[in-house]
């Protein structure tokens, strides 16, 4: 999940403090301060503590992962040092690393950092890969990669991934004469994210007073962007984003709907934004397994059962986490036993039933804490099923060390702007100046 400063990594970390599956609402932000001790030298009466430096809620805790690991292995405490936003965490953790210095004995890396982790700080870090019980084969091919050096180290084993759909109001899609079954609704913009601008159109000749077809201009590129096989960087580690004839079309494409007025002019994840969820202002978004909790957690009580999922356009990914163990860990052997734990299909799957983290491991799909899931919001969708088939056909979609600057400055300081009453080609010119400036830093 994640954290953001108006881009991917900073909203996974506010969602991830909310999120929930099955019903349960599990409310609230972590503790900057830290969830458990900071003694990493032993847990009394001959025990090993194992500490946990984790950014937002990851869920371990709350879905009774912890207790049940150590009541699998007695000579072992669990402890998390948690820090709310990501953006607080990480920076913290570069310097740690750095150092080497003041690491946990598992320290949690956002997939809009891994790339920066993966080509500076390996050398740190433990290769994971060779935990006895391991197989790559247990994890999604393109979230395996993600951590593994260019000479096959891997830093870090992935929990969570976030695939795309796209959540609806079923209410007022109705009353804009639009179909209401999930099914139906998916072939309206199969294939083609154009069409789901169409949809939009459509929807605001018929739209209940005071709303709009989606939420954001900044969460709608970030979903078509998400889908595409290339996207800021190439497979070499350049950057093309401003190169990259996508990138463009996806920046014009979503300019266009916010022109004619189909997208909020809000940014995601503000107060303001969160409002408009507890109003009913909006038709439509893009639509990860962690937003439906977002979505709970900010929705009036009678919102519960209106919502409904249908397949994306495309399939893109939105968030994701990994674990790391460091070299200089007090417990290093301890703490990759644990994490190869943790990330192993069937603890994901009991992740997902609480905390709506989706299994980066496709043996858990199969599993019918997953496969059978439903959520308060979307009644009887099959959400398990839904976001299981958006999740295999995931593009292995090359990430950067500064996807979250470019992906914050094409949004908050980009096609938002259109709703201001810039043109795109003027929005384009200032997210551009913007990102480069900043990637010069």
């Not at 500076?120 to 979230?143: M, R």
């Not at 919502?307 to 052997?333: C, E, I, M, R, Y």
């Not at 990430?399 to 929005?427: M, W």
Request: glycine share 10%; proline share 4%.
């Amino acid at each position: 999940m994640q954290a953001r400063t108006r881009t991917a990594t900073r909203k996974a970390v506010v969602l991830t403090a909310i999120m929930s599956l099955g019903g349960a609402l599990l409310a609230g932000c972590a503790d900057d301060s830290g969830g458990g001790s900071d003694d990493t030298s032993g847990g009394g009466s001959g025990k090993t503590t194992i500490s946990m430096g984790l950014f937002g809620t990851q869920g371990f805790k709350e879905a009774g992962l912890y207790a049940e690991y150590e009541k699998l292995h007695p000579n072992i405490t669990i402890t998390e040092n948690v820090t709310e936003r990501n953006e607080n965490y990480y920076p913290a953790l570069v310097n740690h690393l750095t150092t080497n210095s003041g690491l946990q004995d598992v320290q949690a890396v956002e997939v809009g950092n891994i790339a920066e982790v993966v080509q500076t700080q390996a050398s740190k870090l433990e290769d994971l890969s060779k935990i006895s019980g391991v197989d790559q084969n247990n994890w999604l091919s393109w979230k395996w990669q993600q951590a593994t050096t260019k000479d096959g180290q891997t830093v870090g084993l992935g929990t969570d991934i976030g695939p795309m759909a796209i959540c609806y109001r079923k209410d007022l899609f109705q009353k804009a004469g639009l179909p209401t079954d999930r099914t139906a609704v998916g072939k309206l913009w199969a294939g083609d994210w154009s069409k789901l601008v169409t949809v939009g159109e459509q929807y605001k000749k018929k739209a209940p007073s005071g709303t709009y077809f989606m939420d954001s201009p900044g969460g709608l590129l970030n979903a078509i962007l998400s889908s595409l096989k290339e996207k800021f960087y190439d497979s070499s580690g350049n950057v093309v984003y401003k190169t990259n004839p996508a990138v463009k079309t996806s920046f014009d494409l979503t300019a266009k709907a916010a022109a004619e007025g189909l997208v909020q002019s809000q940014t995601q994840f503000q107060p303001s934004w969160n409002q408009t969820i507890a109003n009913s202002k909006f038709a439509a978004m893009a639509c990860p397994p962690w937003m439906l909790g977002y979505l709970k957690g900010q929705s009036k009580a009678d919102a519960a059962g209106k919502w409904d999922v249908a397949v994306a356009p495309q399939a893109g990914n939105w968030g994701g986490t990994f674990l790391t163990v460091p070299k200089s860990g007090k417990h290093v052997k301890e703490a990759e036993q644990l994490v190869a734990w943790l990330t192993a299909p069937a603890q994901q799957a009991k992740l997902f039933s609480v905390q709506g983290s989706f299994p980066s491991a496709p043996a858990a799909y199969d599993l019918s804490s997953v496969k059978n899931a439903k959520n308060a919001m979307t009644g009887d969708a099959p959400i398990g099923q839904i976001f299981a088939e958006a999740a295999k056909s995931i593009p292995q979609q090359p990430i950067g060390p500064k996807d979250q600057i470019i992906g914050a400055g094409l949004g908050d300081n980009g096609v938002i702007l259109v709703t201001k009453g810039k043109s795109a080609a003027e929005a384009w010119q200032t997210a551009t100046k913007t990102i480069d400036n900043n990637l010069e830093k």
